[in-house]
Structure formats: structure tokens, C-alpha cells
């Protein structure tokens, strides 16, 4: 059990709500889980209520807890900007019958990774003390380019007192300056209220470098990192910039946080999370005003398959009043043994702060590829900052009942491929997220309410 209300900075972790169109694609390559699942039929309704009972649970457990709001899909808007036009019903029954992948596209509920939504920087770290945002482009795969306005909208809604919050350009959406968001950043600090360094985590450098993926894409660049850094005032003393392994990227692992967790003084990763692992460490070492505690999970240990197929790294670990830490795994990291083993042996009873494993089951996001870290957005807040918020964001019992019935009102609990192109299917969801912007109060964010 934890107890944050005896400190006044905190970590609120912001979840994102799985949407009504919550399918199974195939639409992300290089993300093993979403190329294999590709087909299958989803249950939203499940996926929605298994990402709410992780929110609940952790906040019953005393951990400050947030939600985010879904976006509109589909995305007529863009059909109608791919040359599809007539009316709603027209645009969809033409995409279905001439380009089925891009309704599939503009279907999807990818928005629920909020790891991915941006990237922020603490007002600790800030030189003018106030909370840094920038929406990622996401502009590696066509259903997620589709995100960032709406991001940015609904970031400005809730973090929109400007005493308190600051808010960037999403970077140009081009490949040099490919962005995923908080899934390729960590900020390692001693207490939340300190100040912290930040570990950038890239996967090529798109002028010059020599190390690259062959089989699959890298989506974060050094240039983007560096960018989003500047944006937020961010110097040199205060970041660590470092290349993900390749051959890492190549397995599977296509963001950071799918093979390397950190939070306060600790960084849990894989022995090929970094290219140049010593490095990484010494120079973190160097800029820390507290000595990092790094978890080093060996190869021998954890084979790149159970990694990427158990999501061991993309789990949260949090921390405790009394300094230790709490790791939030999938249920997949059980029905691995090696894993389950490792998290065992070498994880509790290690020498490091994490002393409690909690197993959540958020399988309906898992099959896509997404865990427990990737459907959550990390932002340390102040008291006066939490204050400052707009809408009824911070979850309490009272919201999870009401996002429960909401959820239970609006969502199917089947959804196969060809059910995308049912126009009754994109009424039901703008129904749904009309109503849910009124219950979270965060006023118009979708483009259907701003006409
Ligand atoms: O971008 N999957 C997402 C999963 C993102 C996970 N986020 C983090 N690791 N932080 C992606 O690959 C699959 C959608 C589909 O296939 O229908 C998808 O977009």
C-alpha cells in the first residue's frame, strides 16, 4: 500500500481510455504483437473496462491516477482529405470497397498508448517553472500521424492555466525528426520534487550516424530528441542522449519503453536496451545529483523473445512513501517461466528498491502491442499544479463509476475488420465521446464539436 498524500509532488500517471473503435489491424510494423493479431476480433467494450480497473486498482493502492479521453475515430476528416467525398456514410462504404487498409487506418484507437501522446518535462526542471508539453508527430505510421492535433487539444484543455503549463509545436512531421513521445524518454531523479536528468532514447540519427535497423524502422531520431530537449529549455547537464540497440529494434523492440523502465533513482532495463550500455550509465552517473540504481536484466536471463512477447519492460514501476518501489506487470510476464522467474529472483529479491510485483491483465491492449507503460502518460505535478488542472480528470471512485456505465452504455463488445466501414459503428462513437467530454468537463477537443 502506498500513500502519496504526505508529499506534495507527485507522479500522476494519465491512462488513456481504450476507444469504441478498439480493433485489430496489423497496422504497426515492427510491433510483433500487432502484426500477429492482425484480424483477430476485438471486444472494446473488455479493453476499455480492463484499462479502468488498472486505473482503479492502482489508485485504490494510493497512487495518484488520471485519465485521457480517446479520439474521434474514424477519422472521416481524413478519408475526406484523401479524395473520398459525399456524405459520412458514403466516404466510409467508398473507403471500404477501394482502400480497406486506410479505414482501418482511420479507425484506429491507438491513442489509448499515451506513453506515446508527448513528451514533459517536469517544472522542477524547467528554467521558468512551469510544466513543458509537446505532442509527438507520430509520423512513422499513417493511423498514428492521425493523432497529435487532438493530442495537442486535449493537453491545452486540461493543462491549459498558463501560469502552470506550457505547451510546443508538435515537431515537423517528416522523418528526420520522427517523434513517439515519453516511450523513448526517462527522467531519473532522487526525491520528484528534485531536479532530474533526462535519458532520451533514439533509434537512428537521421543526419549521419552508422548504426541502423535493417529489418524494422526506427521511430525515434536523435535530431527529434534533441529538439523536443531545446523546446523545453532543457541544457546539457540535465540530459543523456543514447542510441537503442539495433539489433534490439530489429527483434521487436520499437520504442525504449518496450525493453527499459526508469523511475526516481532506478532504470530497469534489458542488457540490450542501449548500444553503448557503459557509456549510457557512466554519463548518467556523472549528471545525477543522486546515484542511480541501475537493474541490469541479462541476456542469459531473458531472451529477446520473452521480452518482447511478455512486455516484462513495458511495466510501471512506481514508488512507494517508504522509498521502495512497485512494479506493475501484464499477466503475459506469468506465462513465461523465465520471466516470472527473473522477476522473482533477480527483481525482489535483488539488491534495489522494487520489492512488490502487481499483475494486471489489460490483454485487449497487450494483443496490439501496447502494455501497462504504454497506456500511461507520466506527469509530475506540484500541488498547486494539480490545482490548476481543468476537468474532472484525476480519477475517484465516483469517475471510474461513471467512465464504467459510460463504457458499458456506448461500446460494442465485438469488433471484426469488416465491422469498421458500419456507419452506425462512427454515430455510436461521436455519441460517446459527446457525452464524455461533458462528464470529464474538458470542454469541444474533438473536430466534430468545433464544426
Ligand atoms: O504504435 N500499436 C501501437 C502500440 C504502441 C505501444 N506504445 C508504447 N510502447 N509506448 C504502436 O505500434 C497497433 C494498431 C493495430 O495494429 O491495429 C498499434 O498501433
Redo the contacts with the bound molecule.
Sequence with gaps: MSDVSNCSVWEVNFDGLVGPTH??????H??V???S??GLISNPREGALQGLLKMKSLMGAGYAQGVLPPQQRPDVGALRDLGFSGSNREVLTRAAAEAPQLL?AVC???SM?T??AGTVTPSIDAADRRVHFTPAN?Q??F??YLEPQTTGRVLQAIFRDEQHFAHHPVLPATPAFSD????NHTRLCGEYSEPGVHLFVYGRQAFGGEHKPKRYPA?QTLEASQAVARQHGLTDVQTVFAQQHPDAIDAGV??N??IAVGNGAVLLYHEMAFLEEERTLDELRAKMTTPLIPVRVPLEAVSMEDAVASYLF?SQLLSNPDGSMTLVVPGECQEREAVWRTIQDHLLAGNNPINEVIVKDVKQ?MR????P???RLRVVLSEAERAALTGRVLLTEALFDDLTAWVNRHYRDRLAPDDLADPQLAEESLTALDELTQLLKIGSVYPFQLG
Design positions: 480493433n485489430y489491424s496489423g497496422l504497426a515492427g510491433n504483437a500487432s502484426m493479431h492482425g482501418r484506429s484507437a491507438s498508448w506513453a506515446n507520430l512513422s505510421s493511423h498514428r513517439e513521445g515519453a516511450a521511430r520499437f520504442h519503453d518496450v513495458n491492449s496490439n502491442g501496447g502494455g507503460a504504454c497506456l
